[in-house]
């Protein structure tokens, strides 16, 4: 492949990435329109129901848009959704070539964008920068094709794998830089989970604090099969417009359902799954009917384990500090009753394993049964 060409899709792509954890339930765009070697118009989507990327390149180019060369790393889309469709505008501004990293996941739209511009005497390429644009939108293409969110359990864990100490001690294991980094994440993503015992023990905000610019908070998730998360609790009652969600079972009373809803919570039910645990999938199906595409799972051993055994997770993203705490029972980041045979224990792939400032260390990688 032409260097040039990949050289215009990376910056596609480092423009798409500017909306991080702003576009849901619409992936990351980014557009570059260039003439003559030189970029004359360029734009990402900033924010669903908003111009798309190619609208904001075409408005630059203006009329030099004509007979010019469009590089986008998603299929431009071509029906009507919050907006018009993007084809029409590529076709009418005179844009002669067009360069795609990814056809569109979605099923019922692939490939119709490409033949709508072939149709109109455009020509096409995809398939540049393929596997960088497959990654910055797995959360699109896990929500778009089967309904439901991309799920990241996120830990962090001594060397010798302990989240707490055996008094119940947990803050902090890791640094700061390494807290900083999971706020970071928190930024992206639409909603954080957490089960009930986190609350009642730790008492967080579940907020996102960065350090250089302000950052936007998700949905709260609280599992609690009965109910009986405190009112009182800093979710409900720290300054934040973000919403908070309690997963219950139809067992949870209905005193405290609407306790629950009094102090601000939105309470949904889900079938009761083993020892009477909120269920994982039905909870994933709610979620993704609301349009949440992404959930961070912050909780602790048991939440961990139930989470895993569901099918639910895709990455798991966990942080180790060089520290050994020690203790038969001191709590793992993995709960439950674990497997009997290691051929049956779920493993990661593509694994990525970063340094952390303070000598912590972050391991990230997709789980094998991961749709």
Known sequence: MNEVHITFM???LALAKQANGRTSPNPLVGAVIVKDGKVIGEGYHQKAGTPHAEIHALNAAGENA??????????????????????????????????????????????????????AGIRVQAGICTQAAAELNEVHRKYIQTGTPFVILKTAMS??????TTSGESQWITSEASRQRGHEIRDVVDAILVGRGTVARDNPALTTRLQDREGQDATR???DSHGRTPTDARIFNVESSADVIVAVTPDAPMANVKALEKAGAEVVTTPAAHGNQVCFKSLMEILGKREITSVLIEGGGEINASAIAAGIVDKVMCFVAPKLIG??????????????SLKDVPHLQRISITPMPDADFLIEGYLSKSP
């Open 327 to 340: 203790g038969r029972n001191a709590p793992g980041p993995i709960g439950g009753e674990g497997v009997s």
């Open 10 to 12: 990376q910056r596609a």
């Open 221 to 223: 998730i609280v599992l």
């Open 159 to 164: 060397l010798d794998g302990k989240i707490a």
């Open 66 to 119: 004509k007979g010019a060369t469009l590089y986008t790393n998603l299929e431009p889309c071509c029906h009507w959704g919050r907006t018009p469709p993007c084809t029409a505008a590529v076709i009418q501004a005179g844009i002669a070539n067009v360069y795609i990293a990814e056809v569109d996941p979605n099923p019922s739209v692939a490939g119709k964008g490409i033949r709508q511009l072939q149709k």
